[in-house]
């Protein structure tokens, strides 16, 4: 986040950046770990109303799949319910509209029931296993929270479609029971992190400076530290490839930099030793063996 000031140091606005959203968490989350908190606001904060009806947000969170992979629903001395109120009120005093408030929610339930949707296998006889949405009911909701017709959802869930450039031609192929639950965690992901990019832009635009002059600003930076799970994704390797670049960055200005400095200037101090990280910086990006430019190269193969 930059936050701006003006020549007398008042505040005048600010701008939030995004990078690295922990999309992961959405389909499944490490013991004692929650989801993103929103969910439990939503289902704690519209309990026993009309819209948790017409949702189907009545049952608790804890009953969601989505919800509970980290045994972990509620959190000792944490409201649900009031932090909800907060959102709400906060939303307000951005300027966020109550329709866009509404439109936000109705998409964080639409996520919510996606992980929901269960799948069978079935046999063509044509040699191809396909699949189809069990839950029609549920199949139904979340077209509806979507705006989309319950067929195409279907289709687009269980069915893959690959494009060939060279033959100018489209294939569409069945896919199982368990490939179509993996579609449906990427549309739940995809669905999240588009929200996430447009919900900042949208607060953005309510904190921007009034006058288009440059300001001096103040950044802020937030972001997860080192973590190691037992089940670890490609997120975590750029999480925890992010905080190594920063811890770099930090080395070369305060330690390296400063030091050579005081050298330059013939100022006596005690030499600080710290640990240089390089070697660990080099083993993930350094070309052409780094673990990432070898991932690239791999992707890059036809």
Aim: charged share 25%; glycine share 6%.
């Amino acid at each position: 986040m930059k936050i701006f000031f003006d020549k007398r140091g008042r505040m005048q606005g600010a701008a939030i950046a995004d990078y690295l959203l922990e999309k992961s968490r959405i389909c499944q989350q490490s013991e004692t770990e929650r989801n993103y908190h929103v969910f439990y606001q939503l289902c704690a904060g519209l309990a026993r109303t009309q819209k948790a009806k017409t949702w189907g947000l009545e049952k608790p969170a804890k009953d969601f799949r989505y919800l509970n992979g980290g045994n972990c629903v509620r959190i000792e001395g944490v409201d649900d319910a009031e932090d909800f109120r907060d959102l709400i009120h906060a939303m307000g005093t951005l300027g966020i509209s109550e329709q866009e408030q509404d439109d936000i929610f109705r998409l964080l339930a639409a996520i919510l029931q996606i992980g929901e949707l269960q799948f069978i296998s079935e046999n063509t006889g044509k040699g191809a296993n396909t699949s189809k949405v069990a839950n029609r009911e549920m199949l139904e909701l979340v077209a509806n929270l979507l705006n989309v017709p319950p067929g195409g959802l279907e289709t687009v869930l269980c069915y893959r479609v690959v494009g060939s450039v060279s033959r100018a031609s489209v294939y569409t192929i069945p896919l199982s029971a368990e490939d179509a639950t993996q579609s449906c965690n990427v549309l739940a992901k995809t669905l999240y992190h588009t929200l996430f990019t447009w919900l900042i832009q949208r607060i953005n635009h309510s904190l921007k400076p009034r006058s288009d002059q440059p300001f001096n600003f103040i950044g802020v930076l937030d972001i997860f530290g080192f973590e190691i799970f037992e089940s670890n994704s490609f997120e975590q390797l750029c999480i925890n490839y992010t905080n190594e670049k920063l811890q770099q960055l930090f080395n070369q200005h305060i330690f390296q930099q400063e030091q050579e400095e005081y050298t330059k200037e013939g100022l006596h101090w005690l030499k600080i030793a710290f640990n240089n990280n390089e070697a660990c910086v080099d083993l993930l990006e350094k070309k052409p063996s780094g673990i990432l430019p070898a991932l690239t190269e791999q992707c890059n193969l036809p």
